[in-house]
């Protein structure tokens, strides 16, 4: 499944203004909610798949074969429209491999609630690596905004660039405080998501992830980037701007 770090393209809209999807968002000038999480399309084919499987695993009284065949076919589908239309397959791919994992999982198992399994595993990776990068005093946040920037090595700087930052304990400061709302996302996720899978709530599951999902991650996306910028910068809510 996509995350919000990976590395998708960056977007300049009408008006000049440069936004970003994924962490990327975090560096530029301004923020769009719909951009940050790859657009509508992005949205649809993030979700699709497990909202499927708990529709169809509900809708035919808990038979888990059909639940899989309907969330894989509908991952790849996103990847076979893209490839037809010639557009960015990244986000797409990204999606069938974890919905791949997950139906794999299940079937193995022969556990619904495995096909979420997976997922509890990113999280966890993801919260123990974030919460390394704040420990060890490179939050992930300010590696994101200096590998981004205008100034960083996408123009030519060196990895020097990317970290100058941390010679300011305020930018540290700062990008440390931005880093911790990822943190509390991930343990959020697992606190809820684990003890559901535990007992085996597979349709409350299938809720908590997509509740848990897009709308948090967008959530978080916009509170670090608050967080980022100068405290002198006029506040600017999430924009809702689909992406074309």
Same mark, same amino acid.
């Given at each position: 499944?996509?995350?919000?770090?990976?590395?998708?393209?960056?977007?300049?809209?009408?008006?000049?203004?440069?936004?970003?999807?994924?962490?990327?968002?975090?560096?530029?000038?301004?923020?769009?909610?719909?951009?940050?999480?790859?657009?509508?399309?992005?949205?649809?084919?993030?979700?699709?798949?497990?909202?499927?499987?708990?529709?169809?695993?509900?809708?035919?009284?808990? #038979?888990?074969? %059909? !639940? /899989?065949?309907?969330?894989?076919?509908? $991952?790849?589908?996103?990847?076979?429209?893209?490839? =037809?239309? +010639?557009?960015?397959?990244?986000?797409?791919?990204?999606?069938?491999?974890?919905?791949?994992?997950?139906?794999?999982?299940?079937?193995?198992?022969?556990?619904?609630?495995?096909?979420?399994?997976?997922?509890?595993?990113?999280?966890?990776?993801?919260?123990?690596?974030?919460?390394?990068?704040?420990?060890?005093?490179?939050?992930?946040?300010?590696?994101?905004?200096?590998?981004?920037?205008?100034?960083?090595?996408?123009?030519?700087?060196?990895?020097?660039?990317?970290?100058?930052? #941390?010679?300011? %304990? !305020? /930018?540290?400061?700062?990008?440390?405080? $931005?880093?911790?709302?990822?943190?509390?996302?991930? =343990?959020? +996720?697992?606190?809820?998501?684990?003890?559901?899978?535990?007992?085996?709530?597979?349709?409350?599951?299938?809720?908590?992830?997509?509740?848990?999902?897009?709308?948090?991650?967008?959530?978080?996306?916009?509170?670090?980037?608050?967080?980022?910028?100068?405290?002198?910068?006029?506040?600017?809510?999430?924009?809702?701007?689909?992406?074309?």
């Amino acid at each position: 499944m996509a995350t919000p770090l990976d590395p998708p393209e960056e977007r300049v809209p009408d008006d000049g203004v440069t936004t970003g999807r994924g962490m990327r968002a975090l560096a530029g000038e301004e923020f769009s909610a719909a951009d940050a999480i790859g657009g509508w399309r992005g949205a649809v084919e993030s979700v699709a798949p497990g909202v499927l499987f708990v529709v169809v695993y509900l809708a035919t009284g808990q #038979r888990m074969v %059909p !639940a /899989l065949v309907a969330s894989l076919g509908a $991952a790849l589908v996103a990847v076979m429209v893209r490839l =037809v239309q +010639r557009t960015p397959v990244t986000q797409a791919f990204a999606g069938v491999l974890g919905v791949l994992i997950g139906v794999i999982w299940a079937w193995r198992t022969g556990r619904a609630q495995d096909y979420f399994l997976w997922g509890l595993w990113v999280n966890v990776a993801y919260a123990v690596g974030t919460l390394a990068t704040i420990l060890a005093r490179y939050p992930l946040v300010g590696l994101v905004v200096g590998l981004f920037d205008k100034e960083g090595p996408l123009t030519g700087g060196s990895w020097g660039r990317v970290v100058a930052w #941390r010679s300011d %304990p !305020a /930018l540290l400061r700062r990008y440390s405080l $931005a880093t911790w709302p990822w943190v509390a996302m991930f =343990v959020l +996720r697992l606190v809820v998501q684990v003890p559901l899978y535990r007992s085996a709530e597979v349709a409350w599951l299938g809720t908590a992830k997509l509740v848990m999902g897009l709308p948090l991650t967008a959530l978080v996306l916009w509170l670090s980037w608050r967080l980022v910028r100068p405290s002198g910068a006029s506040p600017e809510p999430p924009r809702t701007r689909p992406a074309p």
